[in-house]
């Protein structure tokens, strides 16, 4: 096996996977793993639902594509019931959540002109993670993943996270401001949850203001943070748009871009599009997800999330390293007092993947079926890890 033809824009792990099954992944060697990434959040239902794999089944052997020329039945019938969990009024699919993105801030483009400004801004947040293309990796809040890439695009402006006043300070100083863009709860910066009343006072600022309130719920939505999108345990937030992709399809590539009230209005035919966005293969696999998610799954989020966050904080807090466990339902992370990248291959031997972020934090985004028993092995293996990676520290 090589990877000399591919180009290397991942650091990868020497491992191959080969079956998946729930919170659980099997290597090329036969070797189990207990899976706390799930492709990055995305698995939400576990790896290889049998509703997913059926609907893809069944589907790839009556349709797959046939762009958006024409009426998609499965499109239409996901849309409806996206907009029925969600409250949202109107859809538009994409195939990854950057383009969801791409479409919220081309909306915030629209809004911006309909107001009269001849440069709408978008207000962005420190720490803030919005994908790879042009325009999300200029709202993107990550100098190392900007660097290279100048020129960046015109019409950010950024403010620090969980920060209402700073938003209201760009907005007085800024007639071109046309939108806010921000995660409900930051996911790859490092799993930071803001103030409760953060995303309601935001929304009471861009209603006064006439913006656009955008959330990237690409991975804080599906059931992630314990009810489909994270907005809806804020009374009080009325997004004008949301974006998802990642738990949609449970992983088969799939994105949306959500809108209602002053953001409902402003496409139109010719204004955006896409290929394959929302073909009937990926409409059919998130139907599945969206079906299977509001059966009783996305209800028993909080209570494991706390179980996790809870049974991590009695284990750790004694420790030497630890900070301080946080997070909402089941995107959560343990945030240490030194950078530990060397975790995530100590883990890996001991039959546990996990992931680090932003140098020193832990995130933990495991399906959400992940059961009691499972989070008890995942910190049983990660108190193992971190005794050897403590062990290593002070050797050197
Ligand atoms: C909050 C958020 N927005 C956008 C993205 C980009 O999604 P994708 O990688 O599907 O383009 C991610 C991916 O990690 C994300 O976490």
Do not use: W
């Not at 997913?52 to 052997?61: E, S």
């Not at 720490?127 to 790879?132: C, V």
């Not at 339902?329 to 031997?349: F, K, T, Y």
């Amino acid at each position: 096996m090589t990877d000399k033809y591919l180009m290397p824009t991942y650091a990868r792990q020497p491992v191959t996977f080969v079956t998946g099954e729930g919170c659980r992944l099997t290597d090329s060697d036969g070797r189990q793993y207990l899976d706390v990434v799930a492709g990055i959040a995305v698995c939400n239902l576990g790896h290889c639902h049998p509703a997913v794999t059926r609907a893809i089944q069944a589907q790839a052997g009556t349709l797959v594509h046939t762009s958006n020329l024409y009426h998609i039945q499965a499109q239409e019938t996901l849309a409806e019931k996206l907009c029925q969990a969600s409250g949202m009024e109107k859809v538009f699919f994409s195939n990854s959540g950057a383009e969801a993105n791409e479409a919220a801030i081309k909306l915030a483009r629209l809004h911006g002109h309909r107001k009269g400004s001849d440069n709408p801004t978008v207000i962005v947040m420190d720490s803030a993670f919005h994908g790879r293309t042009m325009a999300t990796l200029t709202a993107t809040g990550n100098r190392k993943a900007q660097a290279g890439f100048e020129p960046l695009l015109s019409g950010f402006s950024r403010a620090p996270f969980n920060d209402v006043d700073a938003v209201r300070r760009i907005i007085e100083h800024n007639k071109d401001v046309a939108a806010v863009l921000v995660e409900p709860v930051q996911g790859e910066g490092g799993v930071n949850v803001p103030d409760p009343d953060y995303l309601a006072r935001l929304s009471d600022l861009c209603e006064e203001h006439d913006l656009l309130l955008m959330l990237d719920e690409i991975q804080t939505g599906n059931g992630r943070t314990g009810s489909y999108f994270a907005f809806q345990q804020i009374e009080g937030c009325k997004p004008d748009v949301v974006t998802t992709a990642k738990g949609l399809g449970n992983g088969f590539p799939i994105g949306a871009c959500l809108v209602a009230n002053r953001a409902s209005e402003l496409f139109g035919p010719g204004s955006h599009g896409s290929t394959y966005g929302g073909n009937p293969l990926g409409c059919a696999a998130a139907l599945a997800v969206v079906e299977t998610l509001q059966d009783g799954i996305i209800d028993s989020v909080h209570v494991r999330g706390q179980y996790l966050r809870q049974t991590l904080t009695q284990r750790f807090a004694d420790h030497a390293m630890f900070r301080e466990v946080r997070g909402q339902g089941l995107i959560n992370a343990m945030q240490l007092d030194r950078d530990c990248p060397e975790l995530v291959g100590l883990c890996r031997e001991r039959g546990l993947l996990i992931n680090v972020t932003a140098g020193s934090v832990i995130r933990m985004v495991p399906p959400l079926v992940i059961s009691e028993a499972e989070i008890d092995e995942m910190v049983n293996i990660l108190e193992d890890a971190i005794k050897a990676f403590s062990d290593s520290q002070e050797a050197a």
